[in-house]
């Protein structure tokens, strides 16, 4: 059974920083692309980030510079480190993977919530 499992949000203050994580497990975890994707309250999705198999990352314009994606491999885990947070951030922060690029995502996580606020 495939399964993406987020945890690490929270309630920080604007300019504080979160770590998040995704365990996977059910797939060959190393050869699927990997993403973050966010959804704040009465928005649609919104992609974050992905890193591929090969290890090259993207990331949407809104976090930039900010946001840093990555994987361990031998952990089955994917991880967003999130620094200089601002309100506009808060959202739930989902995973998901895709094994071909540009086709849909094969598998989402439940989801962790992240809330900026002061």
């Known amino acids: 059974e495939v399964q993406l499992v987020e945890s690490g949000g929270g309630l920080v203050q604007p300019g504080g920083s979160l770590r998040l994580s995704c365990a996977a497990s059910?797939?060959?975890?190393?050869?699927?692309?990997m993403n973050w994707v966010r959804q704040a309250p009465g928005k649609g999705p919104e992609w974050v980030s992905a890193?591929?198999?090969?290890?090259?990352?993207f990331y949407a314009d809104s976090v930039k510079g900010r946001f840093t994606i990555s994987r361990d491999n031998a952990k089955n885990t994917l991880y967003l480190q999130m620094n200089s947070l601002k309100p506009e951030d808060t959202a739930l922060y989902s995973c998901?993977?895709?094994?071909?690029?540009?086709?849909?995502?094969?598998?989402w996580g439940q989801g962790t919530q992240v809330t900026v606020s002061s």
């Open positions: 998901a993977a895709k094994k071909t690029p540009g086709a849909a995502y094969d598998s």
């Open positions: 059910g797939f060959t975890f190393g050869s699927y692309d």
């Open positions: 890193i591929n198999s090969v290890d090259g990352t």
